[in-house]
């Protein structure tokens, strides 16, 4: 992972020029990390325009509040933490707003078959069983693999964005994991289903 | 995607790898121009940091100032009583703003806050003596309490004569109920029309009947109920009410005693009826009364 340490000495750099009041250094980590940030809003909001507003917000804050941020260690665990925690707290506004909508504390991660890949490129059916056993996965496991699969992020960090410790991440990922091993076997038989198929022609 | 992470999801025995999706470049570039836009209204520097030091003062002031108020509710200042007393051989009748009224005998202070609400309850204290007639608040239910050195009295709406002289309070009740606090025990006491409360320095208290009570309440029409009273009993009115001291001649004491009544305006009546009374010759010098035996 020696590309994301030299990434976040970049971001770092960036970020510590933004605190000076340096708009170029923060519209430069924006466009670094607008993508990923966007990605785990729309994951957790389902909703583009929503997502798109509470990344607007997360850097809006961050730069009124940006004299009272204390030394960011990891600059893009920092930002998901932040974004994150600004989601939840959108979630328990809209809770307390009307009881009607009916919605959980917690935002729920859903998995498409797009955002599977498998070595067979155009393997739409095992795609879609694989999205199919992910979102059968509690919503913690799911935000556990998201950030580990999607954004790379290693436990540690995990840890630090869902403000859980290291062990409870692990744990997490573990069990999600003993669950998709399953898919291997699924793309196996497949496989053999294919080939069957093509014995019997 | 790099290669490593197509090796360590291998590792993780999962045959499959994730796809985030993608972003346009307008999308980014949209997104930050509101960002932009939105951080142009505000300032570079928050507004916080430079009033940091203000705050911090304001903070403390506002400090001061609730501590001002909250010392002064619970340790009220002199400032915010009116305070009312009464010479010797004088009385004085007041009526408070919740239309209690209050006859002072003479050598009396009472202690009256000066802003009297339907929230606040109803206090004033006492040194000497004084007859009260406590309005009852049958709406608010407001209790009515008379502080002494000694005792607090709490009374709903009753009528009562409180002396405190010789670090003693005799209570006696005429009319309602009234209950005693006393701070030794914060025990509440309650008595019943007819009854006299006697509290001393060290808050012990002695119950007594009396069936005469409205007697002990009767110095304010100038008349005056003595039973079996000694003359040091006598002696001791005469210097709480009147300021005078008193030597008694050391046959007299603990051997004349008056049972009855008497009507008296003023000092020179009182011993004028006293001496006649009691067979005893008696002698105004200055500020010194003395009794001697009628020779």
Known sequence: ?201 | MPDYFWEDNQKEGLSFKFRRKPTTKAQCDANWLSIQNRIAGKKQRPIYPMLKPILVAAGFFMLIVLTYFFVNQNFRSTEQYTIVQTGFGAMKRIVLPDSTEVMMNANSTLKIPSVWSDASQREVWIKGEAWFHVQKKIITKQNFIVHTPQTNVEVLGTVFNIKDRREKSVISLEEGSIQLITDKNRVLTKIVPGQVAIVTKDKKMSIATDNHVQFRSSWQFNQYHFEHTSLTEIAEMIQDNYGYHTVIDAKLISTKFLTGDLTAKNIQDFIKVISVAMNVRIEMSGNTIYIYPKQ
């Open chain 1, 1 to 201: 992972m020696l590309q994301d340490k030299s990434n976040n000495e970049q971001l770092l750099k960036w970020w510590i020029a933004a605190r000076d009041g340096d708009v170029q250094s923060f519209k430069a980590l924006h466009h670094h990390l607008f993508e990923g940030l966007y990605a785990y809003a729309f994951k957790l909001l389902d909703d583009e325009t929503l997502s798109n507003e509470a990344v607007q917000d997360l850097f809006v804050k961050l730069w009124v509040r940006k004299e009272f941020i204390n030394t960011i260690q990891q600059v893009k665990p920092y930002f998901y933490a932040a974004l994150r925690k600004q989601i939840l707290n959108h979630f328990r506004d809209l809770k307390l707003k009307s009881i009607k909508i009916q919605l959980s504390q917690q935002p729920d991660i859903a998995f498409s078959p797009e955002d599977i890949i498998v070595k067979k490129e155009s393997d739409f059916i095992l795609q879609q069983k694989i999205s199919l056993l992910l979102n059968q996965l509690p919503k913690r496991q799911k935000e556990v693999i998201y950030l580990r699969y999607f954004e790379n992020l290693d436990p540690q960090q995990i840890a630090e964005i869902m403000g859980i410790n290291y062990q409870s991440v692990s744990n997490l990922t573990q069990k999600a994991l003993h669950k998709l091993r399953a898919v291997k076997m699924l793309s196996m038989l497949i496989s053999l289903a294919f080939l069957f198929q093509f014995v019997k022609n």
